[in-house]
Nanobody, 112 residues
Framework: QVQLVESGGGLVQAGGSLRLSCAVS??????MGWYRQAPGKQREVVAH???????YYADSVKGRFAISRDNAKNTVSLQMNSLKPEDTAVYYC????????WGQGTQVTVSS
């Protein structure tokens, strides 16, 4: 049984930082990542990382966010710096490609 458990998130002022972490159990995935969904909007990709370390970032977060993974612990993290109010959303951890597994979501709120 695959489970993704997220931690981190919360309320921060614009310009601040937050770190999200996700622990994956039940399987090992070559691709893990983070998505977000703001109120009234579709879920969108934030960043992906492949087991070899190659990364992908949405244009809106390039240079501000950094995704990393610990293959030994089967975890994926997202360091978010220089946060903006438009980063406010529920952030979801993801694992897999053809079949994608999701975490429960964690709220990130950035106040102006």
């Amino acid at each position: 049984q695959v489970q993704l458990v997220e931690s981190g998130g919360g309320l921060v002022q614009a310009g601040g930082s937050l770190r999200l972490s996700c622990a994956v159990s039940g399987s090992i995935f070559s691709i893990m990542g983070w998505y977000r969904q703001a109120p009234g909007k579709q879920r969108e990709v934030v960043a992906h990382i492949i087991s070899g370390g190659r990364t992908y970032y949405a244009d809106s977060v390039k240079g501000r966010f950094a995704i990393s993974r610990d293959n030994a612990k089967n975890t994926v993290s997202l360091q978010m710096n220089s946060l903006k109010p438009e980063d406010t959303a529920v952030y979801y951890c993801s694992a897999g490609a053809g079949t994608v597994y999701w975490g429960q979501g964690t709220q990130v709120t950035v106040s102006s």
